[in-house]
């Protein structure tokens, strides 16, 4: 068997100190990713994680190239061919069932590490200065060993990726060459089993390689033409050894990887892969950040929109309210205007008999004056108390309807993200807080919260005017007050006739009865004005708190992430400063 010129595996391993250095400070920037990635909570994908950790593990490791491609692309024989020795099982059924490392040993050495992983020691001296993975084929039926191969691909160095002559560039690979170009990582192509094809053909399909490999990496890796097949039996037979190396083109690909792999450039891809892999990560996770972000801006907008249409609906409260407490303020002005006319047209000498009956008096006043005054005050009472429980209720649907367009939204957009929990708790809060809006719709009573603010609007009035009313409406209790304008009146005729001046001074005692019922009715407008005001806005301020305290744990989620979330920001973002200055120093 010929042995082939392979120098470049003999060569001493090289650790300088400024090696030793890099190597410690790219340690320390996994290490910030990692503690970057704690922060961002429970979210992590595992293989980022996993990613992470084989990429710490191996930077002291020997340089590793995976090897991959379609089960019949010829990865076996392409690595036999490479290792000088029929090492791999060869065939045209898929014959790696399993991730097979290849390292050195001085003995041949086979051993099942765990279901799906084997690992095969060797002694070919090229394994001395790395170790190889072969991967099941792109296109292998079981799941495991995809992710298997997906395990691998972020801890390799160097990928040599695979495809054949007869069957180039097939889905299978394309879909596996998008995963590479995630991970950033340094790519070889190799067209295997040229020698099924004229010379015409393999520059075509070269072509046609080249063309789709750069669209999908947007980059153009080196591209080889070999024959495993031909590279192997050179290997194996002496006879014509190395005219049937060239002619397999396996020379061309030892020449690059002697030029290219020698201990300076083996390090350098050595640190540029895991940053290839922390650069991935990194921008994952600064986008779901951002993403968040954006989320909760919006969350946060829309916090500050029911803020805004709370403290509008305060103001309009306060000012539609004026209309109704008008309405009921021009029934006492009517009320006073009434009184007033009585004093005129009954304190006057031509009815100097009516005054002396007490007893008629009052039942003129109470019919001319007093009337049905209280029913008046009673309606529209009841119409500003209806009006409040229905402007409350609209609001709270109007909130309750807001909030339930922000559970819907982002929620299809976040599926599939990195939404995970934050989604997920967020979605939740939202979906309580519907909930708790909803339940308090349902429950509310319009006739209940009607009669419960009567009462109090009553009970308030009564308590500042006169006592002893009873239970009655608030109506009655107004007119309880106007009786006292009543006893007024009739006290002051009845002064007057008693005094023997009194027909003398008819006039000053009719102004006299007037003056007290103006200041009577008076002091009752501004007592109720000031009564059903304070009783609006202790209704306004309730139904804002019962709202405000409903929403108090979703504001507090939003504010708390925002707070969070731009911190991480500007962490992942200086890490992607660092990473591109780490490389920058590498390159």
């Known amino acids: 068997?010929?042995?082939?010129?392979?120098?470049?595996?003999?060569?001493?391993?090289?650790?300088?100190?400024?090696?030793?250095?890099?190597?410690?400070?790219?340690?320390?920037?996994?290490?910030?990713?990692?503690?970057?990635?704690?922060?961002?909570?429970?979210?992590?994908?595992?293989?980022?994680?996993?990613?992470?950790?084989?990429?710490?593990?191996?930077?002291?490791?020997?340089?590793?190239?995976?090897?991959?491609?379609?089960?019949?692309?010829?990865?076996?024989?392409?690595?036999?061919?490479?290792?000088?020795?029929?090492?791999?099982?060869?065939?045209?059924t898929p014959t790696t069932d399993a991730i097979t490392l290849l390292k050195y040993g001085d003995e041949p050495f086979d051993e099942l590490i765990e279901p799906g992983l084997r690992l095969h020691h060797y002694p070919a001296e090229m394994l001395r200065q790395l170790t190889v993975v072969d991967t099941p084929g792109t296109n292998a039926v079981i799941r495991q060993h995809e992710r298997l191969t997906r395990d691998f691909i972020p801890r390799a160095d160097l990928v040599i990726f695979l495809t054949s002559a007869d069957r180039p560039f097939t889905e299978s690979e394309r879909t596996f060459l998008e995963l590479i170009k995630d991970w950033g990582k340094k790519v070889v192509v190799v067209i295997n089993k040229i020698d099924i094809l004229t010379p015409a053909e393999q520059e075509q399909v070269a072509q046609f390689v080249r063309e789709h490999v750069n669209r999908v990496l947007e980059q153009s890796p080196e591209l080889f033409l070999v024959s495993a097949r031909r590279a192997l039996q050179a290997r194996q037979q002496p006879d014509h050894a190395v005219e049937q190396w060239q002619a397999s083109g396996m020379a061309a690909f030892e020449h690059f990887v002697i030029d290219t792999l020698d201990e300076e450039t083996r390090f350098r891809l050595k640190i540029l892969s895991p940053l290839g892999v922390a650069r991935r990560v990194t921008e994952t996770y600064l986008a779901a950040t951002e993403s968040r972000l954006a989320t909760l801006r919006d969350d946060v907008y829309a916090i500050e929109q029911i803020e805004r249409q709370l403290a509008l609906f305060h103001d309009e409260l306060k000012q539609d309210a004026e209309y109704h407490i008008g309405e009921i303020d021009r029934v006492l002005i009517a009320l006073q205007e009434r009184g007033e006319r009585?004093?005129?047209?009954?304190?006057?000498?031509?009815?100097?008999?009516?005054?002396?009956?007490?007893?008629?008096?009052?039942?003129?006043?109470?019919?001319?004056?007093?009337?049905?005054?209280?029913?008046?005050?009673?309606?529209?009472?009841?119409?500003?108390?209806?009006?409040?429980?229905?402007?409350?209720?609209?609001?709270?649907?109007?909130?309750?309807?807001?909030?339930?367009?922000?559970?819907?939204?982002?929620?299809?957009?976040?599926?599939?993200?990195?939404?995970?929990?934050?989604?997920?708790?967020?979605?939740?809060?939202?979906?309580?807080?519907?909930?708790?809006?909803?339940?308090?719709?349902?429950?509310?009573?319009?006739?209940?919260?009607?009669?419960?603010?009567?009462?109090?609007?009553?009970?308030?009035?009564?308590?500042?005017?006169?006592?002893?009313?009873?239970?009655?409406?608030?109506?009655?209790?107004?007119?309880?007050?106007?009786?006292?304008?009543?006893?007024?009146?009739?006290?002051?005729?009845?002064?007057?006739?008693?005094?023997?001046?009194?027909l003398a001074i008819l006039p000053a005692k009719r102004r006299q009865a007037k003056e007290s019922l103006r200041k009577k009715i008076d002091e009752v407008r501004t007592r109720l004005r000031a009564e059903l005001r304070q009783q609006i806005e202790r209704q306004s301020e309730q139904t804002l708190h019962q709202i405000r305290e409903r929403n108090a744990p979703f504001i507090r989620f939003v504010r708390a992430q925002q707070e969070h979330l731009i911190g991480l920001q500007r962490t992942f973002s200086d890490l992607m400063v660092a990473i591109e200055k780490f490389s920058k120093q590498v390159e």
């Not at 340089?63 to 379609?70: P, Q, T, Y």
């Not at 929990?421 to 009573?445: K, T």
């Open 342 to 502: 009585f004093c005129d047209e009954t304190i006057r000498l031509s009815r100097i008999r009516d005054l002396v009956d007490g007893n008629r008096l009052r039942a003129d006043f109470e019919r001319e004056v007093i009337g049905d005054t209280y029913h008046q005050i009673d309606e529209r009472i009841q119409k500003l108390i209806d009006w409040l429980v229905e402007k409350n209720l609209r609001l709270q649907q109007s909130i309750d309807e807001f909030i339930q367009q922000r559970a819907l939204a982002y929620r299809d957009q976040m599926l599939g993200q990195v939404g995970g929990s934050f989604a997920y708790n967020r979605q939740a809060l939202l979906e309580h807080l519907g909930q708790a809006a909803q339940i308090a719709i349902a429950s509310y009573d319009r006739n209940a919260e009607a009669q419960q603010l009567a009462g109090e609007i009553q009970s308030s009035v009564a308590a500042t005017a006169i006592t002893g009313v009873g239970a009655v409406g608030l109506g009655a209790t107004l007119v309880a007050l106007f009786h006292t304008v009543l006893l007024d009146v009739t006290g002051i005729l009845a002064a007057l006739t008693v005094a023997g001046l009194g």
């Open 1 to 92: 068997m010929i042995t082939l010129p392979f120098g470049l595996f003999r060569r001493r391993r090289l650790t300088t100190d400024q090696q030793d250095v890099l190597l410690n400070d790219l340690e320390a920037l996994l290490h910030q990713i990692d503690a970057a990635l704690d922060q961002f909570g429970p979210d992590v994908e595992t293989t980022d994680r996993n990613a992470l950790t084989g990429c710490r593990a191996s930077l002291r490791e020997l340089f590793l190239i995976v090897v991959a491609g379609e089960f019949n692309s010829g990865k076996s024989t392409f690595l036999n061919a490479l290792l000088g020795a029929q090492v791999l099982p060869e065939g045209v």
